[in-house]
């Protein structure tokens, strides 16, 4: 069993910055694959940044060269920063992480960008 647990949402102005963190714990470790999604009102779950363990890193078109996205190996955490936030980037974000062909979510926490 695996246990993925977000925390660092909450409200942000249009322009600031704003840290995600995840981490997965339980049976399993050493993820191949950790990251996060997210999803807006009325519109599909979409992909944010994704990490290798290796540390190869894939955006999303909609945050490239504003979020970065950062794991510790040893811990089997995330980190995703967020920079210059936009109002478009109001969603729940999901932590993910898979192994062996299996996907793991976290329950999401709220990100909300307003003035």
């Known amino acids: 069993q695996v246990h993925v647990a977000e925390s660092g949402g909450g409200l942000v102005q249009p322009g600031g910055s704003l840290s995600l963190s995840c981490a997965a714990s339980?049976?399993?470790?050493?993820?191949?694959?950790m990251g996060w999604y997210r999803q807006a009102p009325q519109k599909s779950r979409e992909m944010v940044a994704l990490?290798?363990?290796?540390?190869?890193?894939e955006y999303g078109e909609s945050v490239k060269g504003r979020f970065t996205i950062s794991r510790d190996n040893a811990k089997d955490t995330v980190v995703l920063e967020m920079n210059n936030v936009k109002p478009e980037d109001t969603a729940v974000y999901y932590c993910?992480?898979?192994?062996?062909?299996?996907?793991?979510w976290g329950q999401g926490t709220q990100v909300l960008v307003s003035a």
């Open positions: 993910y992480t898979a192994k062996d062909g299996q996907g793991y």
């Open positions: 339980g049976t399993i470790s050493r993820f191949s694959v």
């Open positions: 990490i290798s363990r290796g540390g190869s890193a």
